[in-house]
C-alpha cells in the first residue's frame, strides 16, 4: 500500500520510545517528515539520528512536557511560526509512571486526561492543516 507520503510532515508526540517511537519510524520509512515531540532531548536526538531519511526528509526535535500544557502551547507556536502546520498528528503521549501506584485513585485518573487532551486543545487544529480543510460531501 503507498501511502504517498513523500513531502508531508508528522508531528508525533510521545515520540522518544515505545510506541511513539515506531511511529516515527514508520512514519519516516514511508517517506514523511518527522517533528519528534517529548520532554528528553537526549532522546530525541537519539531517535532523529536513525530515522530514515532516504527520500530527502528532514527531521526536527520538539520539546515540551505534555503535563505542562503552556509548554505545549510554547513549542507549538514555535513549530508553526519556524515551519508552519503539519499533516500528520500522532497523538502519543504517556500516562502514569510504570510501577506501584502510590497516589489517591482520583489522582492518578487525571493524569491520562492531562496527557491526552493537553497537546490536542487547541494545538491540533492550529497545527495540522488536514484538522482545517473543511469536509467533503459524501
Same mark, same amino acid.
Given at each position: ?12 508526540? @510521545? ?6 517511537? &515506531?511511529?516515527?519510524? =514508520?512514519? *519516516?520509512?514511508?517517506?514523511? !517528515? $518527522? ?20 527520500? @530527502? ?6 520539546? &515540551?512536557?505534555?503535563? =505542562?500544557? *503552556?509548554?505545549?502551547?510554547? !513549542? $507549538? ?62
Amino acid at each position: 500500500m503507498d501511502l504517498n507520503l513523500l513531502g508531508k510532515r508528522a508531528l508525533v508526540c @510521545g515520540s522518544s520510545q515505545g510506541i511513539g517511537r &515506531a511511529c516515527a519510524e =514508520q512514519l *519516516a520509512d514511508l517517506g514523511a !517528515s $518527522v517533528v519528534l515531540f517529548s520532554r528528553d532531548r537526549e532522546k530525541l536526538d537519539k531517535v532523529r539520528e536513525q530515522l530514515n531519511t532516504s527520500a @530527502g526528509q528532514t527531521h526536527t526535535v520538539l520539546l &515540551a512536557d505534555f503535563a =505542562q500544557p *503552556a509548554q505545549v502551547k510554547t !513549542s $507549538v507556536e514555535r513549530l508553526l511560526a519556524e515551519s508552519g502546520p503539519c499533516e500528520i498528528l500522532v497523538n502519543n503521549t504517556g500516562g502514569p509512571a510504570p510501577g506501584r501506584r502510590t497516589v489517591p485513585i482520583p489522582r492518578l485518573l487525571s493524569t491520562p486526561s492531562t496527557c491526552i487532551w493537553s497537546p490536542i486543545r487547541p494545538w491540533c487544529r492550529r497545527c495540522c492543516r488536514a484538522c482545517r480543510r473543511p469536509p467533503t460531501a459524501a
